[in-house]
């Protein structure tokens, strides 16, 4: 059973720093791809930042880039969201979510933890 569990939300004023975590546990893929998405209240869920755990390489949304970082755990079943810089329009939940096809599928998600940027 894959389980995801997000830690490290808060609140934080505008131009503060979070740091998130998502422990992964249930399955022995090596290479997959593992990402962060946002929802805030009224609005869709986007996709925040990716990373693809077989060469390293990572994606961010235009709205984050250059102040967030995704990266991952020596052990791999750790994933990390540094978030710099923050934003009032950054206030949303935040899910951890693992695409093990390496396909688009994103099939297993956290339980997800909240972010509140106050200006």
């Known amino acids: 059973q894959v389980q995801l569990v997000e830690s490290g939300g808060g609140s934080v004023q505008a131009g503060g720093s979070l740091r998130l975590s998502c422990a992964a546990s249930?399955?022995?893929?090596?290479?997959?791809?593992m990402g962060w998405f946002r929802q805030a209240p009224g609005k869709e869920r986007e996709g925040v930042a990716a990373?693809?755990?077989?060469?390293?390489?990572?994606y961010y949304a235009d709205s984050v880039k250059g102040r967030f970082t995704i990266s991952q755990g020596n052990a791999k079943n750790t994933l990390y969201l540094q978030m710099n810089s923050l934003k009032p329009e950054d206030t949303a939940m935040y899910y951890c979510?693992?695409?093990?096809?390496?396909?688009?599928?994103?099939?297993?998600w956290g339980q997800g933890t909240q972010v509140t940027v106050s200006s």
């Open positions: 979510a693992a695409d093990l096809t390496g396909e688009g599928d994103w099939s297993y």
């Open positions: 990373i693809y755990t077989g060469g390293g390489s990572t």
């Open positions: 249930g399955y022995t893929y090596s290479s997959y791809c």
